[in-house]
């Protein structure tokens, strides 16, 4: 039987169902089903290429009632299809500065007016023209009318690191989102999605009735392929495949119900011959969190052993930009498990989601806090091999030669050399691009060790000081081995120190457990 076709890059329900085509389509109108029948305002943040879009538009097709497609789907036999709502559909994508945000607005109501057969009376003022066209749409289709903003926050995301600009863009969407309010009235069911979730105050100051599903277990599972349809509908493109491979390089998203996978890395997968390359990774580059990073002088360790209050994860302000708020939002990090405190309080521990995002982010890191292109990856390797042999002394050479090969430009061109946490957060970027078990600030009862490391049935406890502290000392006197004798591997205590001047380990200890 011949399979059907992937729908590589399409985000269009309509042509994936077409039954010339023969696209292989995972139905998600179970949950649409029970999501349209929820709730009145909807919000949905996901990281991108998780197929928002995909979703919208489907939600779009059920709202106009055509039927046809839906047949064999979950949704077919529930759905009353004679009722068919007109939609008013805004989709963002590049935008470059306000002007051409209020522009494409404009134009794009202009496109939901022919569809619907309206026309806007004052078509200059997008704020006004969008309410005009929603009590009109209900006036001639005496129907209350479906909104839905796709990539709702792109103008801002886009230009975020250009704060007037961004604030700008805020302004023209956060005046657009107000008219929602303003026609409750003639409005059946209205949703945005994005990336990020920007605080009520801001952006959302006009839309304080909306109903945040990110984090809905019920909807855990609106976005992305989960277990079961990798090993069902997937399962005849994937012969051949190491599923358990596959599961960790790009599974391991998580949303408060099952782990999922990115549908991009999935697709490209298969069509690239079942090759294992960073394929969601490459489409968008983390150039924005590089410079959090600089400027907020970040300790990486703590992404290792990271929880946030639920709060950290709800919303941000463009001028008050969290670096964990914007890992988690973009996709770089994901849940690991929710904790509630004694003070009934939640919070998440989060973790990189998959070794796609692990071995490539941090392979972004080391490019910027080290300028090291084309050393990198030998450093790599060695680096590697001295762990997993437990060669400490070439250990300390290969580190050595590292911070020695930093060229002298890269201490004037940025500020990072300069802060305590530096060196420490080097060598954990390079431990973390090699694919390391690692925890930071590891809880023992005396204390927290800086890292511990396991590999190849090996255990490294690794203490970092500046100047001249004791490592080695702290690491004996706290007696941080302790909590994994009873593992009975190999343990090895590693103290390191650095000298700001020379810029590099001034003094490498070990020994062996």
């Not at 990073?293 to 300790?299: A, V």
């Not at 002298?408 to 694919?435: D, K, R």
Request: hydrophobic fraction near 40%; proline fraction near 3%; aromatic fraction near 14%.
């Amino acid at each position: 039987m011949k399979l059907a076709k992937l729908p590589i890059g399409i985000q269009t329900f309509s042509e994936i169902r077409d039954k010339k085509e023969n696209y292989l389509y995972i139905d998600k109108t179970d949950i649409a089903y029970e999501l349209l029948n929820c709730s009145k305002y909807i919000f949905l943040s996901r990281p991108r290429r998780f197929g928002k879009s995909l979703f919208m538009d489907t939600v779009q097709e059920i709202f106009q009632g055509n039927k046809e497609l839906f047949e064999g789907l979950t949704i077919y036999d529930k759905w009353d299809w004679d009722v068919k709502y007109p939609v008013i559909k805004i989709v963002f994508g590049k935008i470059l500065n306000p002007r051409q945000l209020e522009t494409t607005i404009i134009d794009t109501l202009e496109v939901n007016g022919e569809r619907l057969g309206l026309e806007c009376k004052n078509i200059e003022d997008y704020a006004i023209c969008f309410k005009e066209l929603i009590r009109k749409a209900y006036e001639k289709y005496d129907q209350k009318v479906v909104v839905l903003i796709d990539e709702y926050d792109k103008p801002i995301l886009d230009n975020i690191d250009n704060i007037e600009v961004a604030k700008e863009m805020r302004d023209i969407l956060s005046r657009l989102y107000t008219e929602i309010k303003n026609a409750d009235e003639y409005i059946k069911f209205t949703m945005l999605t994005g990336v990020s979730k920007f605080s009520k105050a801001s952006i959302f100051s006009g839309l304080n009735m909306l109903d945040d599903i990110s984090l809905d277990p019920q909807y855990g599972n609106i976005c992305g392929y989960t277990q079961e349809n990798i090993e069902n509908e997937f399962l005849p493109y994937l012969e051949g495949v190491d599923l358990k491979q596959l599961k960790l390089w790009y599974n391991g998203y998580n949303f408060l119900k099952d782990d999922v996978y990115n549908p991009f890395d999935i697709l490209l997968f298969i069509k690239n011959h079942k090759t294992y390359k960073n394929y969601w990774f490459k489409t968008g580059t983390p150039s924005f969190l590089i410079k959090l990073i600089e400027k907020n002088n970040y300790f990486l360790p703590k992404l290792a052993n990271l929880t946030v209050g639920e709060k950290l994860l709800d919303s941000f302000d463009i001028e008050n930009l969290d670096f964990e708020v914007v890992l988690y939002q973009a996709g770089y990090l994901t849940i690991d498990k929710v904790i509630t405190t004694r003070r009934g309080q939640t919070q998440y521990k989060l973790k990189l989601p998959n070794e796609e995002v692990r071995a490539s982010l941090f392979d972004v890191i080391l490019d910027f806090m080290t300028s090291q292109p084309t050393e990198k990856l030998q450093f790599q390797n060695d680096i590697y091999d001295a762990l997993m042999d437990a060669e400490l002394d070439d250990l300390e050479l290969y580190l050595t030669s590292m911070f020695e090969s930093i060229p002298n430009n890269n201490f004037t061109n940025n500020n990072l050399p300069h802060f305590e946490g530096y060196y420490a957060s080097v060598i954990f970027a390079y431990f973390q691009s090699l694919g390391c078990d690692i925890v930071a600030e590891d809880i023992t009862n005396k204390g927290r060790m800086d890292l511990s490391i396991k590999l190849n049935n090996i255990i490294y406890i690794l203490e970092f000081k500046m100047g001249d502290g004791d490592a080695m000392g702290q690491i004996k006197e706290k007696n941080y081995a302790k909590k994994y004798l009873s593992l009975k591997r190999d343990i090895y205590l590693v103290g390191i120190n650095f000298d700001e001047n020379e810029r590099n380990i001034s003094r490498f200890e070990w020994e062996k457990i």
